[in-house]
């Protein structure tokens, strides 16, 4: 696993032995980024992301890569979450980020709390846990980190379908690749 492009392009990062963490893939990481930049390079420029149930941190630091201004890695186990600082310290990344070890619901409480306005969510709970999905677009569809022009990521099984709307979040595109699928949400404008 490594950054694919930007400031740390090439850069190898670690992940934990085991089945516990399944780390997006350098392909399906890629493809989100193609899609979001769409050919800009400075699309991501000092964009702020919250990455929910980042794993290794992998998508969350491609952001950092690619210009972003901060991102907010959630991840409730103290282990996973040493991982990912661990990663950023190899990077040489000092700033520009926060680790939060909290449950997705306590660290968007959190978040929404400190005034956060996210223009990226990206969400990728172990795929058995398909009940996440549900709960975490529903609280992030009544959640002040989002704006009008936020987009929220969940990344998924392939035979998974979290679902076109969830509250006030509307699907606008779903992408398959290998066994992953990546869903799109925008608010919808009230």
Not at 9 to 15: E, G, I
Not at 55 to 75: C, D, K, N, P, Y
Not at 134 to 161: G, M, N, T
């Amino acid at each position: 696993m490594r950054v694919i492009a930007g400031k740390y392009r090439s850069r190898p990062l670690r992940s934990l032995p085991g089945s516990d963490i399944r780390p997006t893939s350098d392909r399906l990481r890629e493809t989100l980024f193609n899609v979001l930049c769409s050919g800009n390079p400075e699309a991501l420029a000092s964009t702020v992301w919250c990455d929910l149930y980042a794993g290794t941190g992998a998508v969350g630091i491609e952001a950092l890569s690619r210009g972003a201004g901060m991102v907010h890695f959630v991840e409730s186990s103290a282990k996973v979450a040493a991982l990912i600082e661990s990663n950023l310290k190899s990077l040489g990344i000092t700033a520009g980020f926060q680790v939060l070890r909290f449950d997705v619901g306590a660290a968007l409480r959190r978040l929404e709390s400190a005034g956060v306005q996210a223009d990226f969510v990206f969400l990728d709970p172990p795929y058995r846990l398909e009940s996440a999905y549900e709960k975490s677009l529903q609280v992030l569809s009544e959640s002040k980190l989002l704006k009008p022009s936020s987009l929220v990521i969940a990344e998924h099984d392939r035979k998974f379908d979290p679902g076109d709307d969830l509250g006030k979040l509307l699907r606008t595109r779903k992408l398959e690749q290998g066994d992953s699928g990546l869903s799109f949400y925008k608010p919808l404008s009230l």
